[in-house]
């Protein structure tokens, strides 16, 4: 339900019997507030009131990303390893992507339909963005497992909403693909991050230890990645 807290600030107020407390949530550029089914109005509007600096700040940057990534479509161009490259789009006889090192180049097959046309598109770059992950991570990961003396079995990509890698008992590390938009340097924090968890199946102290005595700029990385988050998901 929508509701309006004064003239300037509107949320989205989401009620939930197996909620305890309430919560607040920025999310795309649009406020939520979690609440209990009993937690009456005056109490919510106090606890926005409270929180109004931290709402304010995070719509702020939201927006800022949100401008970002609308004028990378306007621009008709991509990131990679946070350098622009420049993208087409052409209708030929089958739905394929060219990459020529500077300029990436996606194909509509004709045979598609025009409603379609923007999805394949889509599928297009999702796909060479996906190879490119593949190529320059397998790379990377090769050079920190020998410098941290940790071995990896293999590693896949995938897209997730909430998480950068993961890493499971059969050594396996999975990493998101829509990293590779990013800096090399932060893209390092995630792997170095990912190849602890063979060690260290947990985020104790010994877990951070070893992260930091290969990679010291932990804190400038997860900055990045928190303030970019919207922006290398779109």
Request: glycine share 2%; proline share 3%.
């Amino acid at each position: 339900m929508l509701q309006h807290f004064n003239t300037e600030l509107s949320y989205t107020l989401v009620r939930s019997s197996r909620r305890k407390r309430l919560a607040l949530q920025v999310k795309n550029g649009a406020l939520y507030v979690r609440a209990t089914p009993f937690c009456c109005q005056s109490q919510i509007n106090a606890f926005i009131r409270l929180k109004l600096g931290w709402i304010q700040l995070q719509l702020y940057r939201q927006q800022q990303q949100l401008q970002h990534v609308k004028s990378e479509v306007r621009a008709q161009e991509l990131r990679l390893l946070d350098q622009p490259v420049p993208l087409q789009k052409l209708v030929a006889s089958k739905s394929s992507y060219l990459f020529d090192g500077e300029q990436l180049t996606v194909f509509c097959s004709h045979r598609v339909r025009s409603e379609r046309q923007q999805l394949t598109y889509q599928q297009q770059i999702e796909l060479w963005y996906q190879q490119q992950a593949i190529a320059w991570i397998g790379p990377r990961l090769d050079y920190w497992q020998e410098r941290m003396q940790l071995r990896y079995r293999r590693f896949f990509v995938k897209a997730w909403r909430r998480r950068w890698g993961c890493c499971n008992s059969e050594l396996e590390l999975g990493f998101n693909w829509h990293l590779i938009k990013a800096p090399a340097w932060v893209i390092d924090y995630v792997l170095v991050h990912e190849l602890a968890h063979l060690k260290w199946m947990d985020h104790s102290a010994n877990f951070w230890q070893l992260v930091r005595s290969h990679y010291p700029d932990v804190e400038a990385a997860r900055h990045w990645l928190q303030q970019h988050q919207l922006w290398l998901l779109n």
